[in-house]
């Protein structure tokens, strides 16, 4: 089975793209499956059951960060959807956390971005984009030539072995390239890992500690004047 990994900020057009590739998958008789991580509500899960008649589940994450949620429920997630006798499994994440990293290793990472969000945007949002194997670039319909010049130059800038596809994913253009690198994508393997390394330390904030303050956390810290230190055992 091939495990495909959806990510990028919110509205940018995950679910839409991922829409038009289920459709053009069930074309070409492809067994899919799909599950949607989030944090507290979602019902693209029930949208795309009823629309493809594929097998879908979400998983909300509530108190933990998505992308450790992720990280944790991922093997099950496999398990799942090879016990359906799905060929391919697409993840769509929440993608709020721009320090982590959702994809693993034998697995295709895919990044959704809106070229409405800003030109700045590829520079913001780290190992979502750097280490993703295609960045899709969403409602480039609502932008001029030269934006979508300098919103590609910034991506490739950011991820400069990236594969670039620009969509108007509404209406189903620039999907067919999508499809093509999914449909050659490498099977997954057992045990999965991480792509990349995940941030360094712990939070105390991810683990409960209200107070503000550097004085207050340990772990690795930071304060307006002063870099990265590490105060704890």
């Known amino acids: ?70 990280v944790v429920v991922l ?44 030109m700045n945007l590829p520079r913001k949002i780290g190992p979502m984009l750097t280490l993703a194997d295609i960045s899709v670039i969403t409602k480039i319909d609502l932008i001029s030539q030269a934006e979508r010049e300098v919103f590609r130059y910034r991506v490739l800038e950011a991820a400069k072995d990236i594969k670039v596809v620009e969509s108007n994913a509404l209406y189903g253009i620039g999907i067919d390239p999508i499809v093509r690198q999914i449909t050659q994508a490498q099977d997954v393997e057992m045990p999965m890992y991480l792509r990349g390394n995940p941030p360094v330390g712990t939070c105390t904030i991810c683990v409960g500690k209200k107070e503000i303050g550097a004085k207050n956390h340990f772990g690795v810290l930071r304060t307006m004047e002063k870099e990265l230190f590490y105060i704890g055992e």
């Open 75 to 118: 093997d099950e997630a496999v398990e799942w959807a090879e016990s359906t006798g799905a060929e391919y499994l697409f993840v769509e994440t929440a993608g709020l956390c721009l320090r982590c990293s959702p994809y693993i290793e034998n697995s295709l990472g895919i990044v959704v971005l809106e070229a409405t969000s800003g």
């Open 1 to 70: 089975m091939k495990l495909i990994i959806f990510a990028g900020p919110p509205t940018c057009g995950k679910t839409t793209v991922i829409r038009q590739v289920i459709k053009r998958m069930i074309a070409q008789n492809q067994k899919t499956s799909y599950i949607k991580i989030d944090v507290l509500f979602a019902d693209e899960d029930e949208t795309i059951r009823e629309e493809f008649k594929i097998p879908t589940r979400k998983i909300y994450s509530g108190e933990l960060c998505p992308d450790h949620c992720n």
